[in-house]
Structures are given as structure tokens and as C-alpha cells.
């Protein structure tokens, strides 16, 4: 299976599996060096610029990102 397949379906989960499988990733990065962390977030980075100059992907402004958040909090 692709990472874009995983991706596709983790985001279909609801809030909180999607919450914990989050926490699930993230710790599993807590056994790489800071090295291969920096250059892993360096590659996201990377190709979320490219995604927001190909126009693949939108950006959000803060107050977008702030009621979206508020709003889930209810």
C-alpha cells in the first residue's frame, strides 16, 4: 500500500483515531537521532512548499486555522 492510500484513509478516521495514530507516528520518531529528524522535517517542508507552489495544495491564514479550531472545540 502507498503512503498516499494510508494517508487517504487515516484521514477518513475521526478526530480522536486520527489523534492517537498521530501520537502513535510521531513517538515512533522518538527512536531516530536528531539528525535523520531534522532531515525527515526538511523533506516535509520541502514538499509542502512545492505542493503550495504547484498549486496542489492550499494555504490557510491563521484565522482560518484559529475558527477551524474553535469551531472543533465547540
Not at 13 to 40: F, M, V
Not at 59 to 64: D, L, Q
Amino acid at each position: 500500500m502507498r503512503k498516499e492510500q494510508i494517508l487517504e484513509q487515516a484521514l477518513q478516521l475521526d478526530l480522536k483515531d486520527r489523534a492517537e495514530l498521530a501520537q502513535q507516528l510521531l513517538s515512533s520518531l522518538e527512536q531516530i537521532s536528531p539528525e535523520e529528524h531534522d532531515r525527515l522535517w526538511t523533506e516535509v517542508a520541502a514538499r509542502r512548499a512545492e505542493e503550495l507552489q504547484n498549486g496542489k495544495t492550499k494555504g490557510y491564514s491563521w484565522e482560518e486555522i484559529k475558527q477551524d479550531a474553535l469551531s472543533r472545540l465547540g
